[in-house]
């Protein structure tokens, strides 16, 4: 069995963002603990915040819109160049993902919708990006696992 179709998108967009120019193969899951500055930084963490469903069709199967949130969490140590470079993660992330890709075989377009930096000492001593993209993905009832 596949996984969930937002697993499959999530392994797209790190595959997609490893290579990228500030970060390099620094690509990770959502981060459950603070990201290693000597080894993790600067670096992305892709996740999905969000995932409604509208059902488009009744007919058996039934078709469901899921209307989902991307996240890309871009990190920085805290120094007196951290602004540029999440700017520049940023950048480099709105680039990579402008095109859209491929998964399981369905073009999805990722749409920007916006993104907060935060760069406050605490707990963890980096300051992060958070870029925010919308993207729609076509499912069969019974069928989250299989893009339509």
């Known amino acids: 069995m596949a ?3 937002r697993q499959q ?6 595959t997609a963002l490893t290579g990228l120019s500030t970060t ?7 981060p459950v603990r ?4 000597a080894t993790e930084l600067p ?3 892709v996740y999905f915040n969000s995932d409604e469903a509208v059902l488009v069709t009744i007919a058996a199967p039934a078709l469901y819109q899921r209307s989902a949130e991307l996240v890309v969490l871009g990190a920085a140590q805290l120094n007196s160049q951290v602004d540029r ?3 520049d993660i940023g950048k480099e ?3 990579a993902l402008a095109a859209g890709l491929t998964v399981g075989g369905h073009d999805l377009e990722f749409i920007y919708t916006g993104s907060e930096l935060e760069r406050e000492p605490g707990e ?3 300051g992060t990006i958070t870029v925010r993209f919308s993207v729609q993905i076509f499912t069969a009832a019974g069928a989250p696992d299989v893009l339509t």
């Open 34 to 37: 603070p990201l290693e500055a």
């Open 124 to 126: 963890k001593e980096y």
């Open 9 to 14: 998108v999530v392994d797209a967009v790190k």
């Open 85 to 87: 470079t999440l700017n």
């Open 93 to 95: 992330v709105e680039i």
């Open 24 to 30: 390099g193969a620094r690509v990770f899951d959502f």
């Open 43 to 45: 670096g992305i963490c």
């Open 3 to 5: 996984d969930h179709s």
